[in-house]
């Protein structure tokens, strides 16, 4: 666990960048990782995901929403205390670092009414549903956010609770009643060819894991984000397996 104290420092070090994350990872940038301090992370990737691209979408797998106002909580005065694994799509939105054509998938967190709905507009994200999903399909799912981020530059973030806490239990927010692993995968396959500049996967919990199973859909999920970086836009919708 690294504090948020310890996140922003590094947010703000030389040049404006993470220089471990930026070292390590130069192809693109990337994340893997655990529970809320790799979650706080995603802000940092996406900052790197910058020096790629002036503005980017965001498609956010996640059965939350993550685009909190950090000023609606009591203690989050101060710039560390803001730096939250619910509030980075709001501190990056509010860093001019998002368009307002971002997508969630997977949403199922419960709310406070519509004005939770109404801010998350406001930080740029239209919404699909875990129930969606019924109604649509996966490639009706795969088509909504297509149509969402066009053909600009597009950041993938995914937390782990997108998936059916029965499929990986190792998470600390877990909501029942999720997509399965073979649904999301489907999912990140049919986004080939987008302009993909960045992507993390976070809030796995190895401790809460049971026969790697959560370990296990998060590794083969970032392969499909490393063969969707690797294709880049030379793919077609869809293709590959
Ligand atoms: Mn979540």
Redesign the pocket.
């Known amino acids: 666990m690294i504090s948020s104290t310890v996140v922003v420092s590094r947010m703000t070090g030389i040049g404006g960048r993470n220089g471990l994350f930026h070292a390590l990872l130069p192809l693109a940038p990337k994340a893997l990782g655990d529970q809320e301090f790799i979650s706080n992370v995603s802000l940092l990737v996406i900052r790197d995901a910058i020096s790629v691209a002036d503005f980017l979408s965001v498609i956010h797998y996640?059965?939350?929403l993550?685009t909190w106002d950090a000023l609606d909580y009591p203690g989050s005065e101060s710039t560390q205390a803001q730096v939250t694994h619910a509030t980075f799509f709001w501190l990056a939105n509010n860093e001019g670092f998002l368009t307002n054509t971002s997508i969630h998938a997977g949403i199922r967190c419960k709310l406070l009414g519509t004005v939770n709905l109404e801010h998350d507009a406001s930080v740029g994200f239209e919404l699909i549903s875990t129930d969606d999903i019924d109604e649509i399909g996966t490639m009706g799912v795969v088509e909504r956010i297509r149509e969402r981020v066009g053909d600009g530059p597009v950041y993938l973030s995914l937390?782990i609770?997108v998936i059916d806490p029965g499929m990986a239990p190792a998470t600390g927010?877990p909501e029942a009643g999720g997509w399965t692993t073979r649904e999301v995968k489907r999912i990140i396959k049919g986004l080939a060819g987008l302009n993909i500049v960045g992507a993390d996967l976070v809030?796995v919990a190895p401790a809460y894991d049971h026969a790697e199973v959560t370990g296990i859909a998060a590794a083969d999920i970032v392969a499909h984000f490393l063969a969707l970086l690797t294709l880049g836009q030379r793919s077609s919708h869809g293709k590959f397996y």
């Open positions: 996640n059965a939350h993550d937390d609770d927010t809030e």
